[in-house]
């Protein structure tokens, strides 16, 4: 064996040309900030790192949604509140007239403000945000509530809701919205629930015939019917006789506590899944956050590794370059 | 005096073979960077030695050879080499170009994939959301873009090799009949006797490249003539006879024949070795490998997505409406159904009230715009393992980029090692054959003193006459 120019010079190129490639490699991490640049650093970080990218997306859609949910959800909380005020005026009104001896002029005020109150509640139960009626279900295009123009205080009947001085024009579905993987949330109460005491499922079933309406679920209330029926028996004087005119002020006093009831249940409900949403939220930013790290761990160069590690080649590269140079100054031409 | 006139001739042949042997050091010094060049040397015998009475004395010398240094072992070495290194290098440009439409970057197709089910996530929060329709059928359209711009992509690399492959193969053909030609020379030299250094050096070099090309293989009859053989055994040199290869363009297709004889026989890939095995590896397995997987993604998306949005219904009651365009059935019965998937994909909706985020309502009903029920449901595929019950969308899309990787990994690794048995392969080779500058010097300077002392000695013979001379006046 011996060494002849073409080994020499041929073992300085591929060892610049290694090295070089190296440093070329390490300047790219380094200016990046990314170790994972071609499928080929390092195939099998390939699907965590998709993965994990897909996840992070979905975690942030759904830290969106459960924003729009909690939007929704203090939106109704706030007209539920004014609802539950104005019950409790209602029940204050009605406390009085049966308690002082009222003139029926001083009844007919009454009367007058009750029907104010009437529709003040309409007004809450067609309550829209962003254009769209909260209490309509899916029909959020439709005003939920209104006036049954065939209502007559003679053929009232609790059992059927289309003899109620209101009428709902919404449909019993509830929206639901994805919070986390898997899990949907009710976000919404259907006016049907809230207002009229019947339940989703019974209004999903459909009337049974021959009724065309529904009745009030056993324990709950139409509250429209309750503040009509308060008002007639006010302006008729009517305090106890259930066969009278409202039914009677007595009677329509524990209507009025269980409407009372009815509100703040569902209030309570909603208030319930929006702390769920709260907390929902919360493990979404913890779970958004630990995908970010791993998805960090998985395709992030170390800054200061890759630096070291740029200097190292650094080093080796000069090296290699002032030995070139010194191969290229010995000859034994100078010698002869 | 008789002495001495053979004494000048002795001289005269010293003087010739230092001359001819400092010519072979020029030569070699001239060379000392030709690629493939082994060092000559002369080979110096003495002339027959002549009887005068009872001994011999030596007439001369003469240079009756001039050899190469080689060593048939390290040359057969770096051929076979050159076929693993033609081989890796022949893939890794090809590769290097999928890598990059297999991108891991924040925009390719995972994210779009993404994106479209996350548009349907966004519509389930609003679905009567007119924009967020748009949005859906927008991103719906990206997602087949991009399904297109793969598959082009794809496409062009295919032609890229298939444009790489028509130049080298005439570079393999002039190579081919170069060695043919070397084998006549060679055979007209040394059939007087000489040795053919030049020549048998050219011809080892162009079998070492058409290795790394074609992956030949090589043996030298008992005539010195060199026989190239595919690796399937078809022959390229038959003794002074040169066979032809020849691209032919089929369509978007390109085969290569080969024309022996008046035989035109096809190369298929069990005949190729080196760069042209490589591409067409590539060309014919890899990629249509990967396109089948595209197509069997798009296919997935676009009946999963159109299985639920046909039982849904849009906001102008619409229903039983595809989203996608479903792929056409395939011309053959025993071509898979998702064939052309990738390329075909496209948005079959174009009214935004059309896009069903409504579950489909038992008529008289209508659709309720708050209805959001198959919007959710839709939403959730990108999450379902629903490619062969294992691979949601993106993990089936993160295993393909996966495995261009390994095999763009793995090209990498075996290039770097077949180019540094190379370079160990090429130094043994040059350490038995090359050419050394100091080894030359040092010759240089012995030629040059013997060429001295000959001349030294011829001088003193001529004295020594010119005193035979003198005895006379």
Same mark, same amino acid.
């Given at each position: 064996?011996?060494?002849?120019?073409? &080994? &020499?010079?041929?073992?300085?190129?591929?060892?610049?040309?290694?090295?070089?490639?190296?440093?070329?490699?390490?300047?790219?991490?380094?200016?990046?900030?990314?170790?994972?640049?071609?499928?080929?650093?390092?195939?099998?970080?390939?699907?965590?790192?998709?993965?994990?990218?897909?996840?992070?997306?979905?975690?942030?859609?759904?830290?969106?949604?459960?924003?729009?949910?909690?939007?929704?959800?203090?939106?109704?909380?706030?007209?539920?509140?004014?609802?539950?005020?104005?019950?409790?005026?209602?029940?204050?009104?009605?406390?009085?007239?049966?308690?002082?001896?009222?003139?029926?002029?001083?009844?007919?005020?009454?009367?007058?403000?009750? #029907?104010?109150?009437?529709?003040?509640?309409?007004?809450?139960?067609?309550? &829209?945000?962003?254009?769209?009626?909260?209490?309509?279900?899916?029909?959020?295009?439709?005003?939920?509530?209104?006036?049954?123009?065939?209502?007559?205080?003679?053929?009232?009947?609790?059992?059927?809701?289309?003899?109620?001085?209101?009428?709902?024009?919404?449909?019993?579905?509830?929206?639901?919205?994805?919070?986390?993987?898997?899990?949907?949330?009710?976000?919404?109460? &259907?006016?049907?629930?809230?207002?009229?005491?019947?339940?989703?499922?019974?209004?999903?079933?459909?009337?049974?015939?021959?009724?065309?309406?529904?009745? #009030?679920?056993?324990?709950?209330?139409?509250?429209?019917?309750?503040?009509?029926?308060?008002?007639?028996?006010?302006?008729?004087?009517?305090?106890?006789?259930?066969?009278?005119?409202?039914?009677?002020?007595?009677?329509?006093?524990?209507?009025?506590?269980?409407?009372?009831?009815?509100?703040?249940?569902?209030?309570?409900?909603?208030?319930?899944?929006?702390?769920?949403?709260?907390?929902?939220?919360?493990?979404?930013?913890?779970?958004?956050?630990?995908?970010?790290?791993?998805?960090?761990?998985?395709?992030?160069?170390?800054?200061?590794?890759?630096?070291?590690?740029?200097?190292?080649?650094?080093?080796?590269?000069?090296?290699?370059?002032?030995?070139?140079?010194?191969?290229?100054?010995?000859?034994?031409?100078?010698?002869? | 005096?008789?002495?001495?006139?053979?004494?000048?001739?002795?001289?005269? %042949?010293?003087?010739?073979?230092?001359?001819?042997?400092?010519?072979?050091?020029?030569? =070699?010094?001239?060379?000392?960077?030709?690629?493939?060049?082994? +060092?000559? $040397?002369?080979?110096?015998?003495?002339?027959?030695?002549?009887?005068?009475?009872?001994?011999?004395?030596?007439?001369?010398?003469?240079?009756?050879?001039?050899?190469?240094?080689?060593?048939?072992?390290?040359?057969?070495?770096?051929?076979?080499?050159?076929?693993?290194?033609?081989?890796?290098?022949?893939?890794?440009?090809?590769?290097?170009?999928?890598?990059?439409?297999? =991108?891991?970057?924040?925009?390719?197709?995972?994210?779009?994939?993404?994106?479209?089910?996350?548009?349907?996530?966004?519509?389930?929060? =609003?679905?009567?959301?007119?924009?967020?329709?748009?949005?859906?059928?927008?991103?719906?359209?990206?997602?087949?873009?991009?399904?297109?711009?793969?598959?082009?992509?794809?496409?062009?690399?295919?032609?890229?090799?298939?444009?790489?492959?028509?130049?080298?193969?005439?570079?393999?053909?002039?190579?081919?009949?170069?060695?043919?030609?070397?084998?006549?020379?060679?055979?007209?030299? @040394?059939?007087?006797?000489?040795?053919?250094?030049?020549?048998?050096?050219?011809?080892?070099?162009?079998?070492?490249?058409?290795?790394?090309?074609?992956?030949?293989?090589?043996?030298?009859?008992?005539?010195?003539?060199?026989?190239?053989?595919?690796?399937?055994?078809?022959?390229?040199?038959?003794?002074?006879?040169?066979?032809?290869?020849?691209?032919?363009?089929?369509?978007?297709?390109?085969?290569?024949?080969?024309?022996?004889?008046?035989?035109?026989?096809?190369?298929?890939?069990?005949?190729?070795?080196?760069?042209?095995?490589?591409?067409?590896?590539? +060309?014919?397995?890899?990629?249509?490998?990967?396109?089948?997987?595209?197509?069997?993604?798009?296919?997935?998306?676009?009946?999963?997505?159109?299985?639920?949005?046909? %039982?849904?219904?849009?906001?102008?009651?619409?229903?039983?409406?595809?989203?996608?365009?479903?792929?056409?059935?395939?011309?053959?019965?025993?071509?898979?159904?998702?064939?052309?998937?990738? +390329?075909?994909?496209?948005?079959?909706?174009?009214?935004?009230?059309?896009?069903?985020?409504?579950?489909?309502?038992?008529?008289?009903?209508?659709?309720?715009?708050?209805?959001?029920?198959?919007?959710?449901?839709?939403?959730?595929?990108?999450?379902?393992?629903?490619?062969?019950?294992?691979?949601?969308?993106? $993990?089936?899309?993160?295993?393909?980029?996966?495995?261009?990787?390994?095999?763009?990994?793995?090209?990498?690794?075996?290039?770097?090692?077949?180019?540094?048995?190379?370079?160990?392969?090429?130094?043994?080779?040059?350490?038995?054959?090359?050419?050394?500058?100091?080894?030359?010097?040092?010759?240089?300077?012995?030629?040059? +003193?013997?060429? @001295?002392?000959?001349?030294?000695?011829?001088?003193?013979?001529?004295?020594?006459?010119?005193?035979?001379?003198?005895?006379?006046?």
């Amino acid at each position: 064996m011996k060494v002849t120019n073409g &080994t &020499t010079y041929r073992m300085l190129q591929t060892n610049l040309g290694k090295i070089s490639t190296r440093l070329e490699d390490l300047r790219n991490q380094g200016a990046t900030g990314i170790k994972l640049n071609k499928p080929s650093d390092d195939p099998a970080s390939i699907r965590p790192v998709l993965t994990t990218r897909s996840q992070i997306r979905s975690t942030e859609r759904y830290l969106d949604t459960m924003g729009v949910s909690l939007d929704k959800m203090e939106a109704t909380d706030g007209n539920l509140e004014h609802v539950e005020n104005i019950l409790q005026r209602v029940k204050e009104i009605t406390i009085n007239s049966i308690n002082g001896a009222m003139s029926p002029a001083d009844m007919t005020v009454f009367a007058d403000e009750v #029907s104010q109150l009437r529709q003040e509640l309409l007004d809450a139960a067609n309550a &829209t945000v962003d254009g769209k009626y909260i209490f309509a279900g899916y029909q959020e295009n439709v005003k939920p509530f209104v006036e049954n123009t065939s209502y007559d205080p003679a053929l009232y009947d609790q059992a059927d809701s289309a003899t109620w001085p209101y009428i709902y024009q919404g449909d019993p579905n509830p929206t639901e919205l994805e919070i986390t993987p898997g899990e949907k949330l009710q976000t919404n109460l &259907t006016g049907n629930d809230l207002f009229m005491g019947i339940s989703n499922s019974v209004m999903q079933a459909g009337p049974i015939p021959p009724a065309v309406g529904y009745p #009030s679920d056993a324990g709950r209330v139409d509250i429209f019917s309750v503040l009509t029926r308060v008002e007639e028996a006010l302006r008729a004087g009517d305090i106890d006789d259930p066969a009278g005119a409202g039914g009677g002020l007595q009677l329509q006093m524990e209507n009025i506590d269980t409407a009372a009831d009815q509100s703040r249940r569902l209030r309570s409900q909603l208030g319930n899944r929006a702390s769920r949403v709260d907390t929902a939220m919360m493990h979404q930013e913890d779970v958004r956050l630990d995908l970010n790290q791993i998805l960090s761990r998985y395709q992030d160069a170390d800054a200061i590794e890759t630096f070291a590690a740029i200097t190292k080649q650094e080093t080796a590269f000069q090296a290699a370059l002032s030995i070139t140079a010194k191969v290229s100054k010995i000859s034994i031409l100078d010698y002869l | 005096m008789g002495g001495l006139f053979t004494a000048l001739n002795a001289g005269k %042949t010293s003087l010739e073979v230092n001359q001819k042997s400092i010519e072979i050091i020029g030569n =070699n010094i001239s060379n000392v960077n030709t690629e493939g060049y082994s +060092r000559q $040397s002369a080979v110096l015998t003495p002339y027959p030695s002549m009887s005068f009475g009872s001994f011999f004395i030596g007439q001369g010398v003469k240079v009756s050879d001039v050899t190469r240094d080689h060593d048939t072992f390290v040359t057969n070495q770096l051929q076979e080499k050159s076929i693993e290194y033609g081989l890796q290098s022949g893939q890794s440009n090809p590769l290097a170009e999928l890598e990059r439409i297999f =991108n891991i970057s924040d925009n390719n197709l995972a994210t779009d994939i993404d994106n479209f089910f996350d548009s349907w996530k966004v519509l389930s929060a =609003n679905p009567s959301g007119l924009v967020e329709r748009d949005i859906v059928i927008q991103r719906g359209e990206q997602l087949a873009d991009s399904f297109h711009t793969i598959t082009n992509d794809l496409n062009k690399v295919q032609q890229n090799i298939n444009d790489s492959i028509i130049s080298k193969v005439d570079d393999v053909n002039s190579k081919i009949t170069e060695i043919a030609d070397l084998n006549t020379r060679i055979f007209n030299i @040394e059939i007087q006797g000489q040795t053919a250094n030049s020549a048998r050096d050219r011809r080892d070099m162009l079998a070492k490249d058409l290795a790394s090309s074609l992956g030949v293989q090589t043996y030298t009859d008992s005539k010195g003539m060199m026989a190239v053989q595919l690796p399937g055994g078809l022959p390229l040199v038959q003794g002074t006879e040169p066979m032809t290869i020849e691209a032919v363009p089929n369509g978007q297709e390109l085969s290569l024949v080969l024309h022996t004889g008046g035989v035109t026989r096809n190369i298929g890939l069990n005949n190729l070795g080196g760069e042209l095995y490589g591409l067409v590896n590539i +060309r014919d397995t890899v990629i249509p490998g990967l396109n089948d997987n595209l197509d069997q993604l798009a296919y997935n998306i676009s009946t999963a997505v159109n299985s639920f949005h046909t %039982t849904g219904a849009g906001l102008d009651d619409s229903t039983g409406l595809n989203f996608f365009t479903p792929n056409s059935a395939p011309p053959l019965a025993t071509d898979p159904l998702w064939l052309d998937a990738a +390329r075909n994909i496209s948005v079959a909706l174009t009214n935004s009230n059309q896009v069903a985020a409504a579950q489909a309502p038992v008529p008289p009903a209508t659709v309720a715009p708050g209805d959001n029920r198959n919007a959710l449901i839709i939403a959730d595929l990108g999450e379902t393992s629903l490619i062969n019950g294992s691979d949601t969308f993106d $993990s089936y899309f993160g295993k393909m980029v996966s495995k261009v990787g390994i095999m763009s990994n793995q090209n990498k690794l075996s290039l770097g090692g077949a180019e540094d048995a190379m370079v160990q392969l090429q130094n043994l080779r040059d350490g038995m054959a090359g050419v050394s500058l100091d080894e030359e010097m040092i010759s240089l300077i012995q030629f040059q +003193r013997g060429f @001295e002392s000959s001349a030294k000695f011829l001088s003193t013979i001529d004295e020594m006459m010119a005193s035979l001379m003198d005895l006379k006046r």
